[in-house]
């Protein structure tokens, strides 16, 4: 139960969980050695930031962005995401590894859609406790949009207009939902699902996203409140864990969790991008900035 949206330069998503995993707020650096299972390892890139889980010192992207504006997420596609074996034709990659592969090999959009042309998703894991986890993928700049799924034929890319991401079913389907909903605006809406479905969150993004004005960050969260997830109303224990949004110009990343709502802020600016190390900032403590 996750949500990605992308609007006037700016590009962030919801997690929704039963609870945190000990996700934190990262920047690596341009000399952070990259390492892939099956491709050469990278030495230098550009710097990235966002959110991940730290694991053994590798950074496990759930959303992020690089200096160049080009930014990307990971949300669950349970029952339809298609791992397949590594083929020597192809550049092989886990799934944990095409954020970090993409944003580091790609300026824009338009370099990304050529590079992942290429790609092939293998079902390697990074460890044993981290089991590959079925994922689809939404990659945008502030010229445009795409969505990426993983299936039996290979790697499918999606030109995403609405610039909105959620979970199963694919990409197609929620294509073709928005179509049966075409009359829904501010004063008549009567007919805007509001579960925690991924089709109803699909079309309630997209609404907001509509009719709402991005001129900031607090109006773009705002958007991705309309499908926060309250704890006791999705399934089981689950709730927003944390929202993002990345500001694609400015290179800042701004969040919220589930118990703090006080938008905070990182940006490049609070590490030395030449280094060869990552720079971590609890998403639970004041260490990083409140928004003034």
Known sequence: MCTAISQNGYFGRTLDL???RGEEAVIMPRRFPVRFLREADMAQHPA???CALVNEGVPLWF???????LAAACLNFPEYATYLEPKADKINLASFELIPFVLSKCRNLREAEELLKHCNITPDSVSPAFPATPLHWMIADREGCIAVEPTAGGLIIYN????VLTNSPPFPVHRDNVMLHPKLTPSSASG????????SRFLRALFAKKYTAVSGVSDFFHI???VSVPLGCGKK???TVYTSCADLDRGDYYF???ENREIKKISLDFANVNSDSLAVFSMREEKAMALK
């Open 48 to 50: 990235i930031i966002g």
């Open 224 to 226: 991705l409140d309309s």
């Open 256 to 258: 919220t969790t589930y």
């Open 192 to 199: 805007l699902p509001g579960d925690w479905s991924s089709e």
């Open 160 to 163: 995403d207009p609405f610039g």
């Open 63 to 69: 959303d992020a962005l690089s200096e160049y504006g």
């Open 18 to 20: 039963e609870g945190s």
């Open 237 to 239: 224990d689950w709730r």
